[in-house]
């Protein structure tokens, strides 16, 4: 079976692995939908981001659903020819974070396709994996690539929960990115009235307004795109920073009002943060990284027709297109998601 393989920046690979076999309790999964995060991407075009490098070749991909193939003895509530999300969020479930409620900060976390530990784990970017039950969620009704976007959606729906009681409230997303366009959605879910969103490019800026934002602004086009927020000590009560860029962060403090909540998602390098601004306005910096209760819930606000994704996967490529894919992904100007065919 083939995996696309990164072994180095720019040096992606379609490579032929070993069948796996599903043992007790796990699932065999023909892979169907895989969708190409900003991480992939970090890895494929720079061999990594900040401290975490690749030291070894490993298989990309974490955004992944797929059709169960076979079942290893023990398995009793999946089937064959099932559709499943499979989640790429494997905590211990026994180490003091996971004991606390927090399995997003498992000390022995092994999630799919990620350099931070070594040997760096394995991603799920191949034609079949070996799965544990309870990583694969039934996505009846979804079609793949829909049940392949459960993984951000959770990443927005875990940073909504960060932000609290979104009902009645004025939001700002910056950067938009599948994760800022999954935050419009995920904020006009839970009740936002109004959602800014802000970007450079006007494609993603378009795509933000068919998803439910009330108005977006291009920040290459004008110098003070959000001056009109910034009477009365601003305006926003929330802000999903999910560009990862600090000019976004930056001319956003202005436009947040007084105990305003600032939720970061992007992962963009270290920025250098206007505190003084920041603290005389009382604003929670809040981080939000991964998610793990939040796959289930996102799946099943799909199913549920509360989310529709299906805008955001823009392009899709067979795996023998992989590096066209990769291309395509990083490619703002025409492209929100792009997945592999597998
Ligand atoms: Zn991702
Ligand atoms: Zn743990």
Redesign the pocket.
Known sequence: MKAIVVHAARDLRIEDHDMPQAGPGQVLVRMAAGGI?G?DLHYYQHGGFGSVRLREPMILG??VAGHITATGPGVDALSEGQLVAISPSRPCHDCRFCHAGTPQHCLNMRFYGSAMPYPHIQGAFREYIVADAAQCVPADGLSAAEAAMA??LA?CLHAAKQAGDLMGKRVLVTGCGPIGQLCVLVARAAGAVEVVATDIAAFTLATARSAGASRVINMAETQDGLADYHADKGHFDVHFECSGAAPALVAAIPALRPGAILIQLGLGGDMTLPVQAMTAKEISFRGSFRFHPEFRTAVAMMQGGQIDVTPLVTHSYPLAEAGAAFEMAADRSQAIKAHIVF
């Open positions: 995060c991480s974490h955004e993984e951000p990443v």
